[in-house]
């Protein structure tokens, strides 16, 4: 019941929209599905991002999921938060780029407690379908559990952190490419907020709210990508 | 000590003349004929340079025009008058220059007196319509939905 409360919340810009009665029909709708099958995020859904990004939920099976993004890219994703984007297709349908696990088993961490690490290996392939010279090593750390807000609202989330190096060829030193800080809403089944550190920069990302399937308009996600932009310009300034 | 100078500059043209420059031409405003190449039977993401928002939008040789952004879609009519100026007409009818920068195309938008301003920039230019299924119909608003 209170996981169905606040599924309800977090599709608020949607629920005020509809009627109370409405509402109050859908609300009951749901709590006729199972909790598991209620919560995730379904297909169809879009979320909305601190950074202005917007991606639509597109599928979800097998350990997999696809989501597009605003130029229409299609990015299939691992169930599994720590990997990242496995490949990504241009709305033409060419492939940009493609990423598979060589060694390292990073499911182990999903329920692993606070301070396991584990690292595992992704190899990448670009457009042309070469793979790169050097693998791409990570380690993640579990941080354990902690809570964030979305829209107002507490949720859940798991905490990783994820460092991905390079290895030198010969001295095996580590050259840190970037460090990152993820949250996992294993509720929603996905993360909900990535900080993202370079050697040059650091960016954050976070959800700001999710719209349920077949309830978007363009006049809704202009006019919050409108709100977003004005809050990062009062920001600079 | 009059000749060593010499030397020295000639020198330094010689060598100069040997690092190679990328060429960069002026920005062109395109004719009508160069945008109809453009444009006519493709499907072209643009971005909007001050919104960051990206289009979609299929030029159908026939002067229709399906445009796709955040999932709603929208149809309309384009044209090219001969001073190349490409007009759009969805609710109201715009027309704009398009200029090519070191082959990035831009949309300008000119307002007097002041200079023409970048507004749209297209990213890429693909054969056909990729915004509608083979059994989808052509939508017939011309704002955007949903």
Avoid at chain 1, 46 to 68: F, P, T
Avoid at chain 1, 209 to 237: C, F, M, N, W
């Amino acid at each position: 019941m209170k996981e169905m409360k606040k599924e309800a919340m977090l599709y608020g810009t949607v629920i005020q929209q509809m009627s109370r009665t409405t509402a109050a029909l859908c609300l009951g709708a749901a709590l006729l599905l199972p909790v598991s099958a209620a919560a995730a995020v379904m297909p169809g859904s879009i979320a909305i991002y601190s950074d202005g990004s917007v991606e639509k939920l597109l599928s979800r099976a097998n350990g997999k999921e696809v989501w597009q993004d605003s130029r229409y890219r299609r990015l299939t994703r691992s169930s599994n938060p720590l990997l990242p984007v496995l490949s990504r297709e241009s709305l033409g349908g060419e492939r940009n780029y493609s990423h598979f696990l060589r060694s390292g088993d990073p499911d182990m961490l999903l329920n692993a407690p606070a301070g396991r690490s584990h690292e595992f290996v992704v190899l990448r392939r670009d457009k042309y379908g070469n793979l790169a010279i050097k693998p791409r090593h990570f380690e993640c750390v579990v941080n354990g559990d902690g809570s964030i807000r979305i829209a107002g609202k507490p949720e859940k989330v798991k905490r990783f952190t994820c460092e991905r190096f390079t290895l030198h060829h010969k001295l095996l030193t580590k050259s840190i490419k970037e460090t990152l800080a993820l949250a996992y809403s294993p509720r929603l089944k996905m993360v909900v907020d990535t900080q993202r550190t370079t050697p040059k920069k650091s960016s954050r990302k976070s959800l700001v709210k999710l719209i349920a399937p077949g309830k978007h308009s363009y006049r809704t996600l202009r006019a919050e990508l409108k709100a977003l932009q004005a809050d990062k310009q009062e920001g600079v300034k | 000590m009059k000749s060593i100078a010499v030397i020295t500059l000639a020198m330094g043209l010689l060598l100069g003349g040997c690092v190679s420059q990328p060429m960069r031409s002026a920005p062109q405003t395109l004719s009508a004929q160069q945008v109809e190449q453009l444009f006519a039977g493709k499907t072209v993401e643009s971005v909007n340079r001050s919104t960051g928002i990206t289009s979609f939008t299929y030029y159908d040789p026939d002067g229709r025009v399906l445009q796709s952004r955040l999932w709603s879609q929208r149809s309309g009519k384009w044209t090219v008058k001969s001073n190349g100026k490409v007009c759009l007409t969805f609710d109201k009818t715009q027309c704009r220059r398009i200029a090519n920068d070191n082959g990035v195309y831009y949309k300008l938008r000119k307002r007097k007196g002041e200079k023409a301003k970048r507004v749209v920039a297209y990213r890429s230019f693909h054969d056909g319509n990729l915004l509608l299924g083979k059994n989808q119909a052509w939508p017939k608003v011309s704002h955007f939905r949903p």
